[in-house]
């Protein structure tokens, strides 16, 4: 989302880098390309203004100007600032700081996914807080709203408030508590209607549901892919309803990240929530000094870490660990391990949370880290009999021939697949043989292709 800010933001620091000082004059100049990258993100002008002169104070400071690594300072100012504008460090948590039911009050306009995105916190709720949630759909304009919400409320595992034909939005809402209140429920998300442009009637509708229910949550929900409009809406919700906090759907999108950027200074209200993707479990806390560190290609590990432990099978990971350290590491596995892989989502927004991988994806472009390979690779060996995924060795020319036409793919496709394998199991046996010591002590020039056991080129000289 944040691609093309990030890639002169980056820019701009590199240079700045590369000089052995820094005059007031070099200051000025980046700046200015700071305020253009910013514009051109869709970044709101007040938050430009305030951003590029935080910066700039910070970088006119003799710390910086007479300092050794006057870009990496930079670097730093620049981060704190992103961070700043972005709501400060630290996640912001929901609050459910009341008498229970606590209710949360879901408002925006229609198609920002403020019905998905009910869905969605109902899940995390009920599964992380282990909270008893009751999710109401109070959407009477909408054909089927009511029915779309029952629905994800059985996907999420949550009950949903039977539908009552005739009823209207404030008639719902003091039966969604009432009920709440009855059976116990920790938790009610109020599901209000959206419209497609903003208007009184609705803004009048909210702030009576608002005054019955008297939410500890207010969340505006806005889509990331409208960029200044998302802005603008926000700062109409914030002052005809109050808003406590914003939830940001489509930040998988190619949308520039302005609105990001600009909502914090805009509403007064944090970011708390993100959502990438349709799927329910697609809801992320936000965490602004780790959105500061992609945009700066400074890498997200800590959420890299998270988004492991959320979605992979440790104890299949154990096992395939296991097997590749002791050198039997068959097809079988490989499939598994791409089956583990893709359920972190797409190989691109995996690099995007890797330091300095901004740069090694703009090299090699979206295409080479397409999951295509992925997909072809499954095909191959679901190709294969038994015998050839245990055994890859037994695969020649004739072998091949037929697992080329049962998958749809090419020879050279099953060649490029077995050779592959083949440098990873060479690999794995080396690491197995130095172990970590020898691996330590050698570095990774003995897993090179005629470096194994020893530590360099000839005579022991390291490579390059």
Known sequence: MFESLSGRLSGVIDGL????????????????????????????LPVVKDFVNKVREGAVGHEVLDSISPGQAVAKIVNDALIDALGGAGAVPL????????????????????????????????????????????????????LQLQQLAERAGVTSLPIVAGQTPLEIAARAMDTGRREGFDVVILDTAGRLSIDEALMEEVRQ??????????????????????VNTAKIFNEAVGVTGVVMTRMDGDARGGAALSMRAITGAPIK??????????????????????????????GLVEKAADTLDHEEGERLAKKMMAGKFDLDDYVSQIKQIKKMGSISGILGMLPGMGKLKDAIGDKDLDTTIFKRHEAIISSMTKAERKTPDIIKASRKKRIAAGSGTTVQDVNKLLKQFDDMSTMMKRINKLGMKGLMRQGLSALMPGGAGRPGGPGGRPFG
């Open 17 to 44: 880098g590369k000089r052995g000082a820094l005059s007031e004059a070099d200051v000025a100049e980046a700046m200015r390309e700071v305020r253009l990258a910013m514009l051109d993100a869709d970044v709101a």
């Open 273 to 302: 929530l993100t959502g990438s993707g349709e799927k329910l479990d697609a809801l992320e806390e936000f965490h602004p000094e780790r959105v500061a560190g992609r945009i700066l290609g400074l890498g997200d590990i800590a």
């Open 209 to 230: 549901i608002r005054a019955a229910t008297n939410p500890v949550e207010t969340l505006l929900v806005v889509d990331a892919m409208t960029g200044q409009d998302a």
């Open 95 to 146: 609050n459910l700081n009341a008498v229970p039911p606590a209710p949360i009050l879901m408002v925006g306009l229609q198609g920002s996914g403020k019905t998905t995105t009910s869905g969605k916190i109902a899940l995390r709720l009920a599964t992380r807080e282990k909270k008893k949630v009751l999710l109401a759909s109070l959407d009477t304009q909408r054909p089927a709203a009511q």
